[in-house]
């Protein structure tokens, strides 16, 4: 079955740097666009970023643009997060989901839950001091 595990996360200082990475199993990932979101406490769940199967644009919520980068290893089934100078308003629990099609929907689409099928568990991040 579908399956999708997030590692990665932890407790890091303001400035420094995470790699969030989203390992999936059961469906052939290369065929897919995956999508990065984040939940804080008290805060609906956001969009973070999100990544077609081929040469399709990515996207970044504009939070995150310039500091965060979403990338993928079809080859190990993997899809990763890198995330920089954090700060502590980064801190959530960050799932990846599977879409439902190849591309990441756009005009903002692909922030909403609507396109994806399938969702981890989630990995915690916190930024503090």
């Known amino acids: 079955q579908v399956q999708l595990v997030e590692s990665g996360g932890g407790l890091v200082q303001p400035g420094g740097s995470l790699r969030l990475s989203c390992a999936s199993s059961?469906?052939?990932?290369?065929?897919?666009?995956i999508g990065w979101f984040r939940q804080a406490p008290g805060k609906e769940r956001e969009g973070v970023s999100c990544?077609?199967?081929?040469?399709?644009?990515?996207y970044y919520a504009d939070s995150v643009k310039g500091r965060f980068t979403i990338s993928r290893d079809n080859a190990k089934n993997t899809v990763y997060l890198q995330m920089n100078s954090l700060k502590p308003e980064d801190t959530a629990i960050y799932y990846c989901?599977?879409?439902?099609?190849?591309?990441?929907w756009g005009d903002g689409l692909w922030r909403a839950r609507g396109p994806y099928d399938y969702w981890g568990q989630g990995t915690q991040v916190t930024v503090s001091s």
């Open positions: 059961g469906f052939t990932l290369d065929n897919y666009a």
């Open positions: 990544i077609s199967s081929s040469d399709d644009p990515t």
């Open positions: 989901a599977k879409s439902s099609g190849r591309r990441c």
